[in-house]
């Protein structure tokens, strides 16, 4: 069975791993650009699959995020409208902590967010 | 090291010079203290004195606003004071509001630093309690000594330039700006105290109240929507050119009920929004970008919708209470009820 | 009725010695013996071992894990099940403690680290664990190491310390012993036919690599809610894998001696009836969250619970899952508190959680993580302190010119607790 979602995502190590797996949506941007690009679709009727604030490394503390979401639109879903809004804002309030990433700290986020997005993928047991 | 020179404002009532009939009397500087200035002065010891007191009647404020704020700030900037001090009101609604405004005011013009105290359902309260210190008192006179108790020392750290506890322990009310502070007892302690409360049906008090939610369930949607009248307001300000019943720009104290019949089109020679805290360029230019009256007209005219409303109500969102706004929505909505509106299209900024 | 007693050992001070042992509140170690535990690793490649005691100007990050040395004297099983000794369920018979002593790990996994432990100045008032005599654990991994298998070396090094020093009071007679008693369902009713029945929901954190806990062994993402023996978590039942957001995790350290179930028992047959343990999990994929909360809440109205409190881990996600307990259970009938932190920004004007709802009218606070706070200079620091600009909670270049850092609170490992282990509180 095709799955009926799709990661939307600016971790490049996820494009890397789970293209060609699953639809994967390359946003490049930053973490705040994610949501925001979620947040568009979520407007048209996709609906979230996973939290978009997953992980207790604060947004713009690591820049990547990836997050699942319906692969059609449906009816609005307001949940998923509530929790994207409400993700942005948390989102905003925290100043972007590293500008100046060495690579291995870079690469340690990527694989943390994989990881967490991995962990929402070895959950879904039907959708 | 000098007293720290404090200026006190206080009412008609508490100077002792009538009620109700003197509440216009006119802003007045008189040396030292009056009434329960003398209170304060005991609690400041050697640290600070009340210089002077400021005594204006509660009607004459409120009625003459700009002219009454000036004439204070004026009497306070005359004291060299390093402090200023209004209230308590408890409960005395104009009161409170004539002691936040001049509060938040003087804090503004001479920078320097000013305390208030007022009951909590004092309408002033809800007003200024994000923009100065307000402590909390009792809602009647009765609660002076308290109030005396909780505001003089607070006074004197903010008049020293201190720093600022949490609300809880300093007792001004909460200003929307979390501070931490350590308790007395442990968080899992506090929370089996709270649970133990509000299983016995006591009063609690949260530690963190949940933003106000007002939530209204949708109404079902209309049916034919093609025979409707649908009528437009907004919280834009969107308002005729030259804002003719001068709808605040912030607080707003009231809202606009306006005809439309035959207007096609909003432009930047006809409308204009009143809104402020954002940028107004792009409204004024062409207000219907708030308030779609053009598309609704198409509508109207492409059969889509049966007719657009031919008044409609306008204020302005920024900073107005919750409180005026449903005060204005419960009045307009009759009218929109009794013109047998079928649907409303609500826009803000 | 079950009951486990905890004998607790009161330790004063840590030292040095060629034999390890507990005598007069004194906990002895050999210090090689402890390098050879934790070198029974092949991942990990060195180790030092040092002690930091409170008021000593010693700093130790970036801190992994706090563990409190425990052992089982009499009843079944051993302490940390399922992962150190059999599955065996655990929490009856008698368990000792050795009171104000930790081992702490540290441990470079990731490029960002995390958690300061101060032993003295400003950063003490904020850690619990500036009261405790520390004994800790540097290692450094072969190279070339993942961090899945880094995090688990080092966490897998802790607990067996921490089960080789609790061993040491086995046969020591403790300072103290408190009984903690429990009862069936129709027992407890029969006994306080009169008190509120309330219970307590844990909300463990479960979101992947760095943000796991164990019960039992299993991974607390794989679990559905179920009910558990609140003695249990005495026995080191629950087990900290969470190395993220140092400030409102809970170390195991703070599993053991979890202030919930502690202060609940203090009221259990006085004022309540403390009914049992709820631990439920706050996964990242969405329709977990809803059979998790779905599930608590029934849990919670098969108990017959009149209140409950609610307490989580973390920021963001678990805000969502918190949100959506105290409401299902709320919509019960059921009296409810929520015990949360917040991150209202450095000047705190901002919202402070990332959901709300008004069911949720009774909420303790940990304080707000963002506020900031200044570290002194201290003599010495243990584990690395290059990463602290890297730690959550820090910033760049946020070491002064005097030595002194600014550090958000979150930086400050379990400065914000959920769970309530601390006094600290915001309004």
């Known amino acids: 069975m095709k799955p009926t979602f799709k990661i939307v995502t600016n971790n490049p190590l996820v494009v890397r791993e789970l293209t060609g797996q699953y639809t994967v949506e390359f946003v490049d941007g930053t973490y705040h650009d994610v949501l925001v690009a979620l947040r568009d679709q979520i407007h048209k009727g996709h609906r979230l699959y996973s939290h978009p604030l997953s992980g207790s490394v604060k947004p713009n503390e690591t820049p990547y995020k990836s997050v699942l979401i319906s692969i059609k639109p449906q009816s609005l879903d307001m949940d998923s409208v509530e929790m994207i809004e409400n993700s942005i804002v948390t989102c905003d309030k925290f100043p972007v902590k590293f500008p100046h990433m060495p690579d291995s700290m870079r690469e340690d986020f990527q694989v943390i967010d994989a990881t967490l997005l991995k962990g929402a993928l070895s959950q879904i047991l039907f959708e | 090291m000098a007293k720290i020179r404090v200026v006190h404002y206080i009412n008609q009532f508490f100077a002792n010079i009538g009620g109700e009939e003197k509440a216009d009397i006119k802003p007045e500087l008189r040396e030292g203290v009056v009434g329960p200035g003398a209170a304060f002065n005991q609690a400041f010891g050697d640290e600070a004195e009340i210089v002077a007191t400021v005594i204006c009647g509660d009607s ?78 009792k809602n009647s006179a009765a609660g002076m000594r ?187 909505s009759k009218e929109l009820k009794d013109a047998n509106v079928d649907a409303v299209i609500l826009t803000s900024t | 009725m079950r009951k486990l007693e905890v004998g607790y050992i009161d330790i004063h001070d840590i030292q040095f010695s060629n034999e390890s042992k507990v005598e007069n509140g004194v906990l002895f170690v050999d210090k090689e013996a402890i390098k050879k535990i934790v070198l029974e690793d092949e991942n990990i490649k060195s180790c030092e071992v040092e002690i930091a005691r409170p008021g000593e100007s010693v700093r130790i990050t970036p801190v992994k894990d706090v563990i409190e040395p425990r052992c089982k004297v009499e009843g079944q099983g051993g302490i940390f099940p399922g992962v150190i000794s059999k599955v065996t369920t655990v929490g009856t018979g008698r368990t000792h403690a050795l009171r104000g002593s930790a081992v702490v790990t540290t441990g470079k996994i990731v490029g960002f680290q995390e958690g300061i432990i101060d032993m003295t100045g400003e950063g003490a008032k904020y850690t619990p664990f500036s009261k405790t005599v520390n004994l800790v654990l540097v290692m450094n991994p072969i190279d070339g190491l993942k961090q899945h298998e880094h995090e688990y070396a080092n966490r897998m090094a802790g607990l067996r310390v921490a089960a080789y020093l609790g061993e040491l009071g086995k046969s020591v007679e403790p300072n103290e012993v408190v009984s903690y008693e429990t009862y069936g369902v129709k027992e407890g009713m029969e006994k306080y036919p009169n008190l509120p029945r309330v219970g307590y929901v844990q909300m463990l954190q479960s979101q992947g690599l760095m943000h796991d806990t164990y019960v039992y062994g299993v991974d607390a993402k794989k679990i559905v809610p179920t009910i558990i023996n609140p003695t249990e978590v005495m026995d080191g039942a629950i087990l900290s894998g969470n190395c993220v957001s140092s400030c409102d995790k809970n170390p195991t350290y703070i599993h053991m001696n979890n202030p919930v179930v502690h202060d609940l028992f203090a009221q259990h047959g006085k004022t309540i009836n403390f009914v049992g343990m709820i631990i439920t999990n706050e996964n990242v994929y969405l329709a977990d969250k809803e059979r998790s909360s779905n599930w608590t809440a029934e849990l919670c109205e098969y108990l017959d619970l009149d209140g409950a409190i609610v307490s989580q881990e973390g920021f963001g996600n678990p805000d969502t899952d918190l949100i959506m307990n105290c409401k299902k259970i709320s919509a019960k009938g059921i009296k409810t508190v929520i015990i949360t932190d917040e991150y209202a920004g450095r000047d705190g004007t901002s919202q402070s959680l990332a959901d709300a709802d008004p069911s949720a009218d009774a909420v303790v606070t940990g304080g707000n993580a963002n506020e900031l706070i200044t570290l002194p200079k201290l003599d010495k620091v243990i584990g690395d302190l290059s990463p602290i600009d890297k730690i959550a909670g820090g910033f760049e270049n946020n070491v002064l010119e005097d030595g002194t850092i600014l550090v958000e609170l979150q930086a400050i490992t379990g400065a914000t607790s959920e769970v309530g282990f601390n006094c600290l509180s915001a309004r």
């Open chain 2, 60 to 137: 004459y404020f409120n009625e003459n606003l700009e002219e009454a704020k000036k004439t204070v700030i004026d009497m306070v900037k005359s004291q060299n004071a390093d402090m200023f001090l209004a209230g308590p009101a408890f409960n005395a609604g104009r009161y409170g509001v004539a002691c936040g405004t001049i509060a938040d005011a003087v804090k503004k013009e001479l920078g320097i630093p000013v305390l208030t105290g007022m009951y909590v359902e004092n309408p002033g309260a809800d007003m200024f309690k994000n923009s100065v210190y307000i402590v909390a008192t």
């Open chain 2, 146 to 332: 308290d109030a005396v108790k909780k505001m003089a020392p607070l006074a004197l750290k903010l008049a020293k330039g201190e720093k600022i506890g949490a609300s809880a322990e300093e007792g001004y009310m909460p200003n929307g700006v979390r501070k931490n502070f350590f308790d007395t007892k442990r968080g899992s302690a506090r929370a089996i105290d709270m649970l133990l409360k509000k299983l016995a049906g006591k009063e609690f008090v949260t530690e963190f109240p949940m933003p106000d939610f007002d939530r209204v369930a949708p109404n079902p949607a209309v049916k034919d929507i093609a025979h409707a009248t649908i009528a437009l307001v907004t919280s834009g300000g969107i308002v005729p050119k030259g804002n003719p019943d001068h709808i605040e720009s912030s607080s707003a104290s009231k809202y606009g009920k306006y005809d439309i019949e035959g207007v096609m089109d909003l432009t930047a020679d006809t409308y204009e929004t009143a809104h402020g805290g954002y940028d107004p360029v792009y409204a004024n230019e062409d207000a219907d970008r708030v308030l779609p009256v053009d598309i609704l007209r198409e509508y109207e005219k492409e059969g889509k919708i049966g007719k657009l409303h031919r008044y409609f109500y306008t204020t302005v969102g920024n900073g107005t209470a919750v409180k005026s706004a449903k005060g204005f929505a419960d009045e307009f």
